[in-house]
């Protein structure tokens, strides 16, 4: 028994728990019912939950249903048989929580101890997101230089169109064809504008040190102004965040996309007390593909719409990709090229009645 009142296995005996408390790995104590009767510090950060709760329901009341039959089966195998086994992407909820763990599960050996299963927790969630993340990363960065590629050729041929029909247009009777060529110019100005797009070409725009909340605010009152009050726009601002510099236009231009999509997505959805948030902090964020992690600002635009199709997810960013009959599938392929060009990237998290796109900054970066 320890200082606490709580009684281990004899196996526990000769363990200082202070130890077990020191390490990363979460270490939690089965007895002969699959019960929790210790934890220490890792295991209950990991699961957030404290002892009381723990040790009120067997181990596998905590798993994901899809995942609680298989575990309390093969738990049972080890305390008969003494298999050990381990669990990958073990889902532990708790409140709606959801954690990702690795778990390993050993039947402790020895004349006093058949009935205790030792189980080790390693949180995977941190890991798959960054596997995840850089993935993403890489794909989009192939893709856009795909696209960027096709561009500049159809570019180029888009120009020719255009030169040939002016010439026509100059020629003796060409008013009987006026109609047909100011279609043809018409429409190869208008993918010449696309194309740009897509090609996120630059405009020249000076640099400037500012407050990311002017920002945010012009867009909100723009938001709000066209949805005509209807939308409730709310805001959470981190009042003592440093100033940035870059190009103020742009990032207004990427910050105003993203609400717009919210806009349209919470009103064409329909839902019931449409609302978008503005919120910023400062966080401490490893970049993806980098090694170290930087403190930045992030910017959350938030909604309460139907989420983002399982579909879109991994392309949302990508040209021409979009979930709205009416959507061009642009406006956040430029979103993250501008993001990208001041040294930042975005973060996407979506569920039915909830999306947040959030973007990271570095402090006083330049282009």
């Not at 329901?57 to 609680?68: D, G, I, T």
């Not at 909340?213 to 440093?242: F, K, M």
């Not at 989420?307 to 959507?327: A, C, E, H, N, T």
């Not at 930042?344 to 947040?356: D, K, L, M, Q, R």
Request: with cysteine.
């Amino acid at each position: 028994m320890d200082g606490r009142g709580q009684t281990f296995p004899a196996t526990f005996y000769a363990v200082d728990t202070r130890l077990l408390d020191a390490l990363n790995t979460g270490i939690v104590l089965l007895d002969e019912h699959r019960v929790v009767c210790w934890a220490n510090e890792a295991a209950r950060r990991i699961t957030s939950m404290g002892m009381r709760q723990l040790t009120s329901v067997p181990f596998e009341f905590w798993a994901a249903e899809s995942q609680s039959t298989e575990l309390q089966e093969s738990l049972s195998h080890c305390l008969t048989s003494g298999h050990n086994f381990t669990f990958r992407e073990l889902v532990l909820i708790r409140d709606n929580v959801a954690t990702t763990t690795d778990a390993s599960f050993s039947r402790l050996q020895g004349p006093k101890d058949q009935g205790c299963v030792l189980v080790e927790l390693s949180e995977v969630d941190h890991l798959i997101k960054i596997a995840r993340d850089n993935r993403l990363f890489s794909d989009e960065a192939g893709f856009r230089q795909l696209v960027h590629g096709l561009a500049h050729e159809v570019k180029n041929p888009l120009g020719g169109i255009k030169g040939a029909a002016q010439l026509l247009a100059k020629e003796a009777g060409a008013s009987n064809y006026k109609d047909y060529l100011e279609i043809i110019i018409s429409e190869a100005d208008r993918l010449k504008a696309l194309v740009d797009r897509l090609l996120g070409s630059p405009q020249s725009h000076a640099e400037e040190t500012f407050n990311i909340h002017q920002i945010l605010e012009r867009t909100r009152s723009l938001i709000s102004a066209e949805s005509g009050g209807i939308i409730l726009t709310q805001r959470d601002y981190d009042p003592s965040l440093p100033e940035l510099t870059g190009d103020r236009s742009q990032l207004f231009q990427a910050c105003l996309n993203i609400a717009k999509n919210a806009l349209e997505s919470v009103t064409e959805a329909r839902s019931e007390n449409p609302q978008i948030t503005f919120n910023t902090r400062a966080v401490r964020r490893k970049h993806p593909g980098s090694k170290g992690a930087d403190t930045l600002i992030r910017i959350r635009i938030e909604d309460n719409g139907p989420g983002i199709p399982d579909d879109l997810k991994d392309r949302l960013f990508f040209p021409m990709v979009s979930g709205r009959p009416q959507g061009s599938g642009i406006g956040l392929s430029i979103t993250q090229t501008i993001i990208s060009r001041h040294n930042g990237w975005i973060e996407v998290t979506s569920e039915p009645g909830y999306t947040a796109f959030d973007i990271f900054l570095p402090f006083g970066v330049k282009r």
